[in-house]
Each structure stands twice: as C-alpha cells, then as structure tokens.
C-alpha cells in the first residue's frame, strides 16, 4: 500500500514560475525524502527532512513538514526545463532501508 | 566515486523463462535494497539485504528472490516470468545499518520486457 500521496499528479508550468507539490501520509514518521526521477531513469535524492524540523532548503528547494497533518510540501523556485521530471515523496517504513513511495507528481515544465 | 550500477539495463524475456539482475552498490555501501516500479502499482518494495543477510522483504510472491555476496553486490532473480513482472527494476544501497535514515542511491535500473 502507499504510505505517501502526492497532489496534483500532474503539474504543467512555464520556466520561471514556481511549482509546488504536497505529499500525505498515513504512520508516524521520523523522517520523509523527496526524490526525482526523469523519464524511465534512476531516482536522485533531493532532500530528506526529519520529524523534528519543519521547514529545510536546498538550492532551488524548500520542503516544509507538518507532522500534526500528516504531510510535506515540495516547493521549487523559478523552474527550469530541465527540473521536468517525476517528483516522489518517501517515508521509512518496515524498519532499515525500507521505503514506501508515493505515485508521485509529473512536472513539465516548459521554455 | 562510482554510483550504483545495474545490469543488463535492458532485457526481453519470454513468459515462463526466469532472469537474473545484478546490482553493484556504491563502494562502501553494505545495504542493498531493490524496487519494482510499474505504471499501474509505481514503486514498491522487494526486499532489502544488508552484510548478506535478508533484512526486509516486500509482498511479492516466491518468484522474487534475491541475494547479496560478502562483497555487497546484490542478485535478484524472478522465476516463471509472467507478463505483469515487466517492470523497472531499481536497486538501491545505502552507507549505514540503521538505514531508514539514510540516503538512498539509485541505480539506473534494469528495464524488463516480458513478451
């Protein structure tokens, strides 16, 4: 089953603008990841945020946490064509190096 | 310092038939988990091994083994292929034991075609 869900499933901007993507979940926590994919590739780390923190930047990158709600936001600024790509929240789950992912977001972004 | 590798990264396999993929962890890596990413169940879990040993495994049936050798590079191994196994296969390693915490890396993945 999915722990993570993200919203929208899909995500259509120009460069320049801002995109944000939120991700619910369902268990406690101690952390949640934000990975990208793009097209039919491996996945790239972004940022992972820890339970006890409720807002981290990277770059271009700022995701928030709200534990008391369940869920994390991605937000990345002035977007570029090449941030177009699959955006995955994921939380630990089943102990060690387990992951559940959610069904991510698909962000085009366009020239 | 190298990333995780996966090979083949693309196969075609018939119905019935049964494949191997290999996955080699970034140096130093002990923990090796792997995924199976579909358009219609995205990415779930398999299983996870770490020093040799099966710590986690994913609600996948029998079919779906896998392994890691004393020197972290991991096999996973699907037997009776049927077509819903036409999968991206992705392999991940991790630095430490606790490994929830962790970054995981990814591979490239393997792209399996199952006619």
């Known amino acids: 089953s999915q722990q993570g869900e993200e919203d929208p499933q899909a995500l259509s901007i120009q460069e320049g603008e801002n995109a944000t993507m939120n991700c619910s979940y369902k268990t406690s926590i101690n952390n949640l990841q934000w990975y990208r994919q793009n097209s039919g590739r491996g996945l790239v780390h972004l940022i992972l945020?820890?339970?006890?923190?409720r807002e981290k930047h990277s770059g271009r990158l700022r995701v928030t946490l709200d534990t008391s709600k369940k869920s994390s936001s991605l937000l990345i600024t002035a977007s570029r064509a090449a941030d177009t790509a699959s955006y995955f929240c994921?939380?630990?789950?089943?102990?060690?190096?387990?992951?559940?992912f959610g069904k991510g977001t698909m962000l085009l972004v366009s020239p | 310092k190298a990333g995780v590798t996966q090979t083949p990264r693309y196969l075609i396999k018939t119905r019935g038939q049964q494949v191997t993929l290999s996955c080699s962890p970034i140096s130093g890596h002990r923990s090796v988990s792997w995924y199976q990413q579909t358009p219609g169940q995205g990415l779930q879990f398999l299983f996870e091994y770490f020093s040799e040993t099966q710590r986690n495994k994913g609600n996948f049936p029998g079919r779906f083994s896998g392994r890691q050798f004393s020197n972290s590079r991991s096999e996973m191994n699907v037997s009776t292929l049927e077509l819903g196994d036409s999968a991206l296969y992705l392999c991940?390693?991790?630095?430490?034991?606790?490994?929830?915490?962790?970054?995981?890396?990814f591979g490239p993945g393997t792209r399996l075609t199952v006619l």
């Open positions: 991940a390693s991790s630095l430490t034991a606790s490994g929830s915490t962790d970054t995981q890396y």
């Open positions: 945020i820890r339970s006890n923190e």
């Open positions: 994921a939380t630990p789950s089943g102990g060690y190096s387990t992951l559940t």
